[in-house]
């Protein structure tokens, strides 16, 4: 049969129509389900930024060694979020900066404000862009400890299991950092002989903490049908303790080890409640870390990046 014209047309308009949609089933397929929405990394980079060249001008004047260290830190995180922004090459939202602080006080705020963002972004990224975050989030908990007008930060959440059952992938992770929280708890008595009286608060509340964490984390295995690790009869310590400043770096290297093995528990499970209750830990053993560095005199005091291998 002869095909006439409106056939024609109309087959035309078939293939044209069937042509357009393999087109575009073809430039999704290229574009990797490219997401249009901006960067929610993006305003942790600008905070970063905007930190990072205000403390530097401070340096010079009032801020001393205290802003220097404060603008290294921050430029370490947004040079690290920056990587990350230009790997997706997402959307960025334009923010207005902020007014440059007039001392160290002005950046109180902004350190807990990029803290809790950065928090809040943990449960909800994926696996590696949420352990790069709880760093960022812990380096600032870090930052608030350099000096009183910083901080001091002390709002940590109560230590608790997240709801829920614990996945599978998550007990290995888990393991470790329990492994971590006995080797610290036998730091802490360790060095208990070496350290001066006035170091007793300091003492009491870093076992406190890791002994409620240690519990939880018990709990958490034995739930999820694992047998939690047992503690070793006793530790190595990377170097002879024989007084208060050799004291200091070894509880300091503790909290250094702790904050790698939280951070390993983030990056190895997708469950929201988890990763928060990895992120405290995270925070919270970055706090602690601070103070000890400062007394054993290590630098930088602040370890800009927590958790993260250096």
Known sequence: MTATPTDLSRRAVLRLGALSAVAAAGLTACSGGYDQDP????????????????????????????????????????????????????????????????????FKQRLASARVQAESLVPQLPAYRAGLVAAVAAGCASLQRLAPSLGPGDDAKPIAAPSGTVPEEAVDPLQKALATEHAALWVYGLVTAFLPGDFGDALKAGRAEHTARRDVVTQMI??????????????VPPKPVTDTASAAALVASAEADSAAAWQGVITRTDDSGLRTVAAQALVAAARRGTPWRQEAGEKPTAIAMPGQAS
């Open 222 to 235: 034995t739930a999820a049908k694992g047998t939690p690790v047992a503690p070793e009869a006793a530790y």
């Open 39 to 106: 960067d929610p990394l993006a305003p942790l980079l600008a905070a970063a930024d905007a930190g990072a060249a205000a403390a530097r001008q401070l340096a010079g004047g009032s801020g001393g060694a205290t802003a220097g260290e404060l603008a290294d830190a921050r430029a370490a995180q947004a040079s690290a979020l920056k990587a990350e922004v230009d790997r997706l090459n997402r959307p960025k939202a334009n923010a207005a900066p902020a007014p440059a602080p007039a001392d160290l006080a002005g």
